[in-house]
Each structure stands twice: as C-alpha cells, then as structure tokens.
C-alpha cells in the first residue's frame, strides 16, 4: 500500500472513532501538542495511560473481591482512571467511569462489578483500536511519509 | 546561567534586558511548578507548558512540592532550589495533602504567598471553587486541561513577570496587584467579565478570577464523591452557575 493510501486509512479510521465515541477532542489536542521535536508525545502519553489503567484494573479488581469492600478507596482508583481517561481523550472509559463512581458512592456493590466489566471493556475496546491507528502511523512513516495531524 | 535567587528576574532576562520586554516569548522564561499525583496528567500538563517556552518542574504531591519550594518541615522557605517559581499549577484531588490544603500552606509562608496558584481539577463543583478563590488561587481549571487554557495562563505569568523586572530592576520580588494588572490589561482576552461569586464569604475588592471555566459544563456529575469532599461541598444547580461564572 503506498502513503497516499495508508494516510486515507488512517483518517477514515481515526474519523470513525470519533464517529462512535471512543475518542473525543482531547485526543485532538495531544495530537496538537505533538511535532518534529516530540515526534512520539501521543504514543508516549497513551502508553503512560495504557501501564496506568492495567494497574487501576488489577487494584479494582483486588478491592472488589474483599469481604468488606472499602468503597472509598474503590472510588479513587475510578477517579483515577477517569482522570487518564478524560485527559487523552478516551470517551467511552471515561464515561463508564462517571457510572462506575456513582456506584461506588451508593456503595452498590452489584452495581460496582457491573461497572467494572463494562470499564475493562471499554478499555480493552480503545487498546486495540489505538494501537491500530498507531501501527497505521508507523507504516505511514515506513513507507517514506509523515503522518497526517 | 547563574542561578541565585536574588536577581532571578535578571538571570531570565539576559540578553534583551533593557526594560522594554514587549514579546510574552522573550527570553524571561516561565518556571511552571506543576503538582498533580496522575501520570498521565502530569505529562500533558508538562508538555502544555513547555509548549510554550516555560520551564516545568512536575511533582507527585503537595509535600514534594513544599519541599521543592523549600517550605518542609521547618516551616521556613530557604533554598529555592535556586530556581524562582513564577506559577504552581496544582491538581485538587490528591491523596495525602489536596490542592486546596497545598494552596493555604503556600498563601501561608511570607515568602510564598505572592506565587500565582492556579487549581485543576474534574469536578466543577462551586463551593470549591469559591473556596480555592477565596483562599487565594488565582484561577481555577477545569480538567482535561487544554492548550488554551494554558496559553492564557502563561500570557498572565508572562505579563507579571514583565510587570516584576519593570517595577524594581530585578532585584525584589515586589509585584502590582492583580487587580493593577486587571486593570491596565486591554488585548488579553484572559479577563473575567462576569460578576465575582457572591456564594460565599468573600470581600467586594477582591479581583475576580481570570476565568473559573472553559467550555467545560461547570457540574461534571451530580453525586458528591466520596474522596476530596470538603465541608460546604454541596450541589449546585447549573442556573446558579451559570449566573456566578463566565462559560468560555
């Protein structure tokens, strides 16, 4: 596939996730924030993200499966996660997370493991669909081009 | 370059300095202390910054920040690391020591309490944000943070700066009034229009905040959270808001 094919196919993917919600405009502005002297800022940023939520999701995970669950700390790990989610962009995450402390601060406990499901979900959804768009990038910039902002 | 704390303001403006700094993007370069305990967030406030020229110094928490800034336990602010901080951007939310309680430490210190403090945070809730203002913040941002809101910051620190070096040469820290820089500001677009909050117990001649919000809606969610609830955090309607905040 030559450049000029491979910059159209990064930007109808990256329009489609926009289109269903998976990204919204702070994922556009790392992007702005990238250039030729921080070449790798959103793959840096994104990764950073990507350690953080596998961490957050182990300790969600770990909190939810004790006998008497401390909501609290529940709660900071969502608002955590949250926080990463919202400030690369990562809508859909985000958006679990506001339902996910809401369980928590009813201290539903049914409602907390729902909610954990959906987040790894949601995350493992905008994982894989990242690390295409960034691949497509890569391949862009093998085959001798720069990669569309 | 040499780095001391007194005549910082010369050391930053080295080669062009001949009292007429008209360009925010001068040499005077803008050390940025920013303080949040998320990574992410971290990074892209730091590459916010440093997108625009200024120095950034990024730490985990409040206590590693007073102790960058020389405030730890003894109370007293010595050494500054020999690098004057000119604007601590701090995230609210932070286990152990909040923004707001770093906030009160460093309006505290006598050799502080002239640093602009600026608060991030998620949640848009008034009565934190009335009390940040009241507390001293210079403004407060409502996250994901974004290049324009950074830009206007940085052209108000930029501005202070200028004002700082004009004022005494370089060599105290004395600076005009927020409400002197208010005033004399004609192109920023940074000043706030809207009528100061009048929730809470504050004083008619405090200067209204460059801007409490962006385009962000200013309650993100309706439930009270169970982490960095303060007394007095109470839902507000949106109405309210809307009438005690400009929305840019």
């Known amino acids: 596939m030559d450049v000029a094919q491979l910059k159209r196919q990064l930007f109808e993917y990256t329009t489609l996730l926009f289109h269903e919600g998976f990204l919204d405009e702070q994922f556009t502005q790392l992007q702005q924030l990238q250039d030729e002297n921080n070449p790798d800022f959103v793959v840096e940023v994104v990764s950073l993200f990507f350690d953080d939520s596998e961490r957050l999701l182990n300790e969600l995970a770990t909190a939810l499966d004790q006998q008497n669950i401390d909501f609290n700390k529940v709660d900071a790990h969502v608002h955590q996660l949250k926080g990463s989610s919202s400030s690369i962009g990562a809508q859909r995450v985000q958006r679990v997370c506001i339902a996910f402390r809401n369980s928590c601060q009813d201290k539903n406990v049914e409602g907390c493991l729902k909610c954990l499901q959906e987040v790894k979900h949601e995350y493992s959804l905008i994982k894989n669909k990242l690390e295409i768009l960034f691949n497509l990038e890569k391949q862009i910039l093998a085959a001798g081009g720069s990669p569309p902002v | ?248």
């Open chain 2, 1 to 248: 370059m040499a780095r001391n704390g007194v005549g910082a303001w010369r050391r930053r403006s080295t080669d062009q300095f001949d009292g007429s700094h008209s360009s925010p993007c001068g040499s005077e370069e803008v050390h940025v202390l920013a303080v949040d305990d998320n990574l992410v967030d971290q990074k892209v406030i730091e590459r916010l910054f440093k997108i625009l020229s200024c120095k950034v110094t990024a730490v985990d928490s409040g206590i590693r920040a007073l102790q960058f800034l020389g405030l730890d336990e003894e109370k007293t602010a010595g050494n500054l690391n020999g690098l004057k901080v000119d604007l601590i951007i701090t995230d609210y939310c932070m286990p152990g020591m909040t923004g707001y309680e770093l906030l009160k430490k460093i309006k505290e210190s006598s050799a502080l309490r002239d640093i602009p403090v600026v608060i991030m945070s998620s949640e848009n809730v008034l009565a934190r944000i009335d009390r940040c203002m009241a507390e001293g913040a210079e403004d407060f941002i409502g996250k994901p943070v974004k290049l324009s809101d950074v830009k206007r910051l940085k052209d108000f620190m930029t501005r202070d700066v200028v004002d700082r070096v004009r004022s005494d040469g370089g060599g105290t820290t004395q600076t005009r009034t927020r409400q002197e820089i208010f005033n004399v500001s004609s192109s920023s677009s940074s000043v706030f229009s809207a009528p100061s909050s009048s929730s809470g117990p504050t004083t008619p001649s405090r200067p209204p905040p460059l801007s409490v919000s962006s385009s962000k809606p200013m309650i993100e969610e309706s439930h009270r959270h169970l982490n960095c609830i303060e007394e007095g955090d109470q839902q507000e309607s949106s109405a309210k808001c809307i009438l005690a905040c400009s929305q840019r």
